[in-house]
Every structure is written in C-alpha cells, then in structure tokens.
C-alpha cells in the first residue's frame, strides 16, 4: 500500500477505508413503524439496565420516558397498533420477530400504574398561541408536542369527551377506556387547554379561530361514512358501522333485532360485526372480495370467527328489502375477481343472474369513512385535505391524521408530531428536527442471529375464549407480566448499535477498544482509528452491525 493513496492515514499500513469504525444504523423496526418509534432505543434501556447502573424500576421508568418522547399514548397504541414494525424485525427468521406492541403496552401500563407525566413544557413560555382542531390521536400528538416546547395549546373538540375514534368507535373488549383516559389526561394535565362542544365551521368560523391562533392544527379525521348507493339504503334499520359503534360506546340503545348484516371488509365492519354478536344478534358480514384482499387485520378476522360471525365472500348488497318502513331482508349479488384495477388489486366484477336474499333486522354499512367538512368554506366538496409532507397548509395552517387520508392510529400520531416539529421549527426560524441528516439504514445482512441464545417469544395471556361473549366489553388481550417483558426486552438483538457484548473488545490483536469510563446506551467502547491494523475481526465478530469498514461495507 502506498502513503500516497489519499485515503491512507499517514504513517499506518492499512488504507484508510479497510479500517473499522462505529456507525448507528437505522434498525428495520423503527424503519417499518409510521411513527418512527425508537424501540431498539426503549428495550434497550431495559436489556442494558444492569451496564447501566439502573434497577429494574428505573429502567421501565426511563424506557417509559424515552417511548412517549415520540407517542404519548403508548398503553393505547400498544393495544390497537397493526404493529408493521414486527414484520421486519431482524429476530423473526431465528425464533419470532420480538414482541414489540405488547412491551409497549407493557411500558404504557407501567406508566398509568406509576402515573408518570409526560415531559414538562420548557420553562420558558412562548408568545405565540397554538389552536388544535380536534382530539384524535392526530391532535392529541400535536397538542403534546406543541406544549412540551412552552406554547399555549388549546383543543376544540366538537363531542363532549376528547379523544375521536379512540373513545368514540374502537369497542371496549379492545381499548379499556380507563386506559385511555389515564393516558389522554397526561396530555391536558401539561397543561393543555381543552374546549369541547364547539364545532368549527358551523359554532365558530374557521377563519375567526385562524385570527386568534398563531398556528391552527386540523385534526378533524374522517367523520363521514361513505353510503353503498342501493335501492332501500335510506331509512330506519340501515346505520353506518361508525354511527352504530359511537352509539354503542355512548351507551345509547341500538336495538339491531335478531338478524344483523355487516357490509365491509376493513377493521369497522369487523368491529361492528364483533360488537353486534357482544348485543345477541345472528351476524352475517358481506366482503365483495374474497378473504386473501380483506383489509382488516387477520387476527381480528380470526376472533371474529371464534365469536360466531359468518363470513360472505365475494357477495354485495344489491338491494335492501323493507315490508313498508321496516328493514326485512338485504339482495345480495354473488361476485367473482376480475382483472387488476389501477392498485393491483383485483375487481370484483357480478356474476350474472346469482342472487339471493339474506333475512336482516339490521344493516350496518361500514365501506369507507370520509372528510365531514360542515360549515368548513376552506374545503370545498368531500375531499381530503392536501398539504406538504410535513403537513404544511400554509404558514399558520396545518394538518394530519385522517383529513389527509385513511390510515391508522399510529400514523395519526407521527403527522401530528411531525406538524409540530416543522411548525415550531418555522416559528423559530430554525431546522425542523425530521430535516436533519438521518441515520443509514441497517444492512439486515451484517446482523448474526446465531450469536444470540435462542429465547421464545414472550405472548400475551388473552381472556379464555368462553368469556368473550358473555363479558361483552371485558378486555380479551391482557398485559405482559414484568417477568415476561424483561425477557422479551433482551431478545431484541439491538441492530446497528452497540449493546456492549466486548467481542470487538476481546478479540482486537491491535487493542483497538478501550471501554469508556462514561459509558452510556450505545457508548460503551472507543475505537482508536491510529491502533487498527485493518484485519476486519471486529466487523466480523460484531453481532449487532454496528462496526464496519470506512467505506461502509460489513465482513
Ligand atoms: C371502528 C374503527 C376501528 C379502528 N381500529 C383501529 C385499530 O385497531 N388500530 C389503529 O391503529 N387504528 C384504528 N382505527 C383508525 C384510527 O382510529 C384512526 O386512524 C385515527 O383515530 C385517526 O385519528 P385523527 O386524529 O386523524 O382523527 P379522529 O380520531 O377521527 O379524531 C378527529 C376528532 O376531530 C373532531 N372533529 C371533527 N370535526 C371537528 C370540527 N369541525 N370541530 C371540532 N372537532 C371536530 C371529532 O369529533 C374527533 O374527535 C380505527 C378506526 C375505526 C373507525
Ligand atoms: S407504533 Fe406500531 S409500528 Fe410503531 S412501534 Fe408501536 S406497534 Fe410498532
Ligand atoms: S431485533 Fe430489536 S432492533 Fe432489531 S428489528 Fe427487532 S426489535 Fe428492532
Ligand atoms: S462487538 Fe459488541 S461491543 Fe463491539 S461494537 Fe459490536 S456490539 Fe459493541
């Protein structure tokens, strides 16, 4: 090797890029979670509490502390979330993904147990005052990060009780809603002022409330329930599967009679279908597409099955039949999947001349939510509100959540983070924090799982089957024992940063590493850039990929 290669330190024999250094990557979990949660970081705290100086109650405390930073409805996202981040995780191949959503309920129950609150506002009170539109998850997340940064937030919420689809359609059996509202009031006890029965649009102008506020946030969601367009729809005996679930939770009577017919495919029509068995009614559930498309998650799918729901496949209203006002008997037109539509997905074309008829007390239509823009002049029409990536409308307009587009809780609390972010930051005059430079991501191909022991992964308990029924709003999933979420926390193998292991510390010839006298989460060891010879054992040996050639490359 030449001294002359430019990449060559002066003095030493290996070049430049063949010696290690340390680099954090972006593990795929956090890369697959919409709210970019930092879980190696949280479980971290947890596996490490022992290099850490930390006793058991200290690590769940500061793992608690370092989750909410991002999502302050952890014990809540940690019971509804699809949970995407599990889907990549680096451990599935070798004895199943780590179960990420339940430590997360896990650290969110922990948190309501030991009523730990959320980061106080910065001392320093801002002049500029923050409106919020809404109390969805969307907002609640804006809220939070607005008042955590010194500005006078105020929701206004057009329903009594904060919280949107959360507390106004997601059923008990899933969601307690003392755990919502534990987790709910943290956020107004920061303070947060809270308005509710106003509707803005219809009780006060948006553009009054625009006057008032130096930044006004809309996190109004997806109120409206998109209608089926069938003959009989209108009437007694027709709801949408929104309006029958916020009913329900509102302890308002339903009365939906002996037969009931769900219609729809996603998590609505599987609630609704799930909460009309828990009110004694023979449910039918009519999917246009067969089970392979169905957007609701499987496992719901599943516990609908186990309570007795019937699934039709391939099969959509046609008609909804009525002796005079009453509701009889829904037509139903068998389907069959034709070519791909525009998203690849295949159409659902009738099948000529096969029609039959189902007995129906009730139908509960739940195909699709949109936008309800009463009184808004801004938005004309049903449509959903456009913005830049970060939620920007304007200087002093921004949005997030389901106004934007339908998704799920999570995604609602990162665009409302986001919003927050970008919009102090402009307010500020400085960088917002998701502009700056992120991390790599992790090469999956640089971890070793056979490094780790094999450990099993650490399931929830759920309630016996037999008592789904029969406590209709009793929660079926139940929380990780401490036991089983200090296990599960060391089963997450730390991708792309350094938990401590020693192996490059012990196996260096050159005694590269020296170990930190400070050490911290992800800071255990210095590597001395002048003492490598270049020999790649510590890439080699590095379980977690977080050493790697200068030029970026694993062994
Ligand atoms: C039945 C059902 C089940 C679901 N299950 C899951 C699940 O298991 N997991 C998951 O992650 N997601 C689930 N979701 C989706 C999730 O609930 C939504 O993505 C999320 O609530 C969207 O949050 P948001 O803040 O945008 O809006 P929302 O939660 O809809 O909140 C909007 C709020 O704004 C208020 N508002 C609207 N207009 C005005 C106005 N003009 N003035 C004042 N206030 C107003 C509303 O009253 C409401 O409180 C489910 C949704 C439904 C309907
Ligand atoms: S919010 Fe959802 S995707 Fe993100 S860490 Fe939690 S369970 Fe995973
Ligand atoms: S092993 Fe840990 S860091 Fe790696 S993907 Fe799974 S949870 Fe994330
Ligand atoms: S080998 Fe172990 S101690 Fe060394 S950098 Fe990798 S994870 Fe850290």
Request: aromatic residues 6%.
């Amino acid at each position: 090797m030449s001294h002359d290669d430019p990449r060559a330190a002066p003095g030493l024999e290996q070049p430049f890029w063949t010696r290690a250094r340390q680099q954090e990557k972006t593990p795929p979990c956090q890369a697959q979670c919409p709210n970019s949660g930092d879980i190696r970081g949280w479980l971290g705290i947890i596996a490490q509490r022992d290099k850490l100086g930390l006793s058991l109650e200290e690590a769940y405390d500061r793992a608690w502390e370092r989750l909410v930073q991002l999502n302050p409805l952890p014990a809540t996202i940690g019971r509804i979330c699809p949970h995407p981040c599990e889907s990549r995780c680096s451990r599935e191949a070798k004895d199943g993904a780590v179960a990420i959503n339940a430590m997360e309920r896990f650290l969110g129950d922990w948190g309501i147990s030991r009523k730990l609150s959320l980061p106080r506002p910065e001392a320093l009170r801002r002049e500029e005052s923050i409106g919020v539109i809404g109390s969805g998850p969307a907002s609640l997340s804006f809220a939070y990060q607005m008042a955590r940064r010194g500005y006078l937030t105020t929701v206004y919420e057009k329903r009594d009780l904060p919280g949107g689809m959360l507390r106004h359609a997601i059923p008990d059996y899933r969601l307690p809603r003392d755990v919502l509202d534990a987790e709910i009031q943290r956020i107004f006890d920061l303070p947060v002022a809270l308005a509710t029965g106003v509707e803005i649009g219809p009780d006060l102008p948006l553009e009054d409330l625009r006057q008032s506020h130096a930044v006004l946030f809309l996190g109004m969601g997806a109120q409206s329930a998109r209608r089926l367009g069938v003959a009989g729809e209108d009437g007694r005996g027709v709801l949408s599967g929104i309006e029958y679930l916020t009913r329900r939770k509102l302890g308002a009577g339903t009365g939906l009679g002996q037969h009931v017919i769900v219609i729809g495919g996603g998590n609505t029509a599987i609630d609704a279908a799930r909460s009309a068995r828990r009110d004694g009614a023979e449910v039918t559930l009519l999917y246009r597409r067969s089970l392979e498309e169905m957007p609701a998650e499987a496992g719901e799918v599943e516990d609908a099955l186990a309570e007795g729901v019937r699934f039709e496949f391939l099969a959509a209203p046609s008609e909804i039949l009525r002796d005079g006002a009453t509701v009889t008997a829904v037509e139903v037109q068998r389907m069959r999947l034709g070519e791909a539509d525009e998203q690849g997905r295949q159409r659902p074309l009738p099948i000529p001349g096969e029609v039959y008829t189902l007995p129906a007390d009730t139908v509960l239509v739940a195909v699709s939510q949109e936008p309800a823009w009463r009184g808004l002049g801004m938005v004309r029409g049903r449509k959903w509100l456009h913005t830049e990536e970060d939620g920007k409308i304007a200087d002093d307009l921004w949005a997030g959540g389901d106004d934007r587009g339908p998704g799920i809780a999570s995604r609602a609390i990162a665009q409302g983070r986001l919003a927050a972010e970008a919009a102090h930051a402009r307010l500020r005059g400085e960088t917002a924090l998701h502009r700056q430079a992120s991390r790599p991501a992790l090469d999956p191909a640089s971890v070793k799982p056979d490094y780790y022991p094999g450990l099993a992964r650490g399931n929830i308990a759920r309630r016996p089957q037999e008592q789904w029924l029969a406590e209709p709003e009793a929660e079926i999933n139940q929380t990780l024992s401490s036991e089983q979420a200090c296990q599960e926390a060391t089963r997450c193998l730390s991708c792309g940063l350094c938990f401590g292991c020693q192996q490059c510390f012990m196996y260096c010839n050159a005694a590269g590493f020296t170990q930190f006298e400070d050490a911290g989460q992800g800071h255990y060891f210095a590597l001395a850039l002048e003492a490598c010879e270049g020999c790649g054992k510590c890439i080699e040996l590095c379980p977690c990929g977080y050493l790697e050639s200068r030029d970026g490359t694993a062994w």
